[in-house]
């Protein structure tokens, strides 16, 4: 089992910054990967940005140029840098782990992941 518990959620002011963390205990295998996902209000979740422990990436288009995803192994934990935040951004945002290979075209891809974080919100005012 894994357990992941999101925090650094907030409200913000649009252009503004917001560093998400995930916190991560638990057995995570070799071959792995960790996303962060957002729900906004009456929408699908959708993958936001994740990385793979051989150190690829993959990034939503809407992230691109302005979300960084990192991840401190001494610290077993994961975080997601948001800069120059929109409004469009508000959303819930959970972090998730795949204990298995991570091929970069399921990177995004919510479906194959196992383990999930209870959520943290983020507001973007205009």
């Known amino acids: 089992q894994v357990h992941l518990v999101d925090a650094g959620g907030g409200s913000v002011q649009a252009g503004g910054s917001l560093r998400l963390s995930c916190s991560v205990s638990g057995n995570i295998y070799t071959s792995h990967c960790f996303g962060w996902f957002r729900r906004a209000l009456e929408k699908e979740r959708e993958g936001v940005a994740a990385?793979?422990?051989?150190?690829?990436?993959g990034y939503a288009d809407s992230a691109k140029g302005r979300f960084t995803i990192s991840r401190d192994n001494a610290k077993n934990t994961l975080y997601l840098q948001m800069n120059s935040l929109k409004p469009e951004d508000t959303a819930m945002y959970y972090c998730?782990?795949?204990?298995?290979?991570?091929?970069?075209?399921?990177?995004?891809?919510?479906?194959?992941?196992?383990?999930w974080g209870q959520g943290t919100q983020v507001t973007v005012s205009s």
């Open positions: 990385i793979a422990s051989d150190g690829r990436t």
């Open positions: 998730a782990v795949r204990v298995s290979d991570c091929p970069q075209w399921l990177l995004l891809r919510e479906d194959f992941y196992n383990f």
